[in-house]
């Protein structure tokens, strides 16, 4: 499988970068990720909401992905907010306990207002 990156701007009351994922998240594809990741943080975008909505399976190298970009965006006192509404998907975050480092939001509006 393979993963579809693009990252765009929300223009609600808190405007933020938004990437939004489409597929599957894995050793394959975790790079694609990380460096769309990677690139919004050099550009100075420290805010960041990624939206899973249309990923159907993520593995622990894309969790480490994910991880990995909250670590840098912390160190220029960022965050990083998690669009999930997928059950199988929010089993992983909480069986890892990823859900006490990363706000995870039902709605798009609701992790751009939270960042």
Same mark, same amino acid.
């Given at each position: 499988? +393979?993963? %579809?990156?693009?990252?765009?701007?929300? +223009?609600?009351?808190?405007?933020?970068?938004? #990437?939004?994922?489409? $597929?599957?998240? +894995?050793?394959?594809?975790?790079?694609?990720?990380?460096? %769309?990741?990677?690139?919004?943080?050099? %550009?100075?975008?420290?805010?960041? #909401?990624?939206?899973?909505?249309?990923?159907?399976?993520?593995?622990?190298?894309?969790?480490? @992905?994910? &991880?990995?970009?909250?670590?840098?965006?912390?160190?220029?006192? $960022?965050? @990083?907010?998690?669009?999930?509404?997928?059950?199988? &998907?929010?089993?992983?975050? +909480? &069986?890892?306990?990823?859900?006490? &480092?990363?706000?995870?939001?039902?709605?798009? %509006?609701?992790?751009?207002?939270?960042?």
């Amino acid at each position: 499988m +393979d993963i %579809a990156v693009n990252v765009r701007q929300h +223009d609600g009351q808190r405007p933020c970068k938004v #990437v939004d994922l489409n $597929g599957e998240i +894995d050793v394959y594809t975790s790079p694609k990720v990380k460096e %769309a990741l990677t690139g919004l943080i050099d %550009a100075g975008h420290y805010d960041l #909401v990624i939206n899973l909505e249309n990923v159907r399976y993520i593995d622990s190298t894309g969790l480490g @992905v994910l &991880i990995g970009s909250l670590k840098r965006v912390r160190e220029h006192a $960022g965050t @990083v907010n998690l669009v999930c509404t997928n059950p199988q &998907i929010k089993k992983i975050f +909480d &069986i890892t306990g990823l859900v006490k &480092i990363f706000g995870i939001y039902d709605t798009e %509006a609701a992790a751009c207002e939270n960042l």
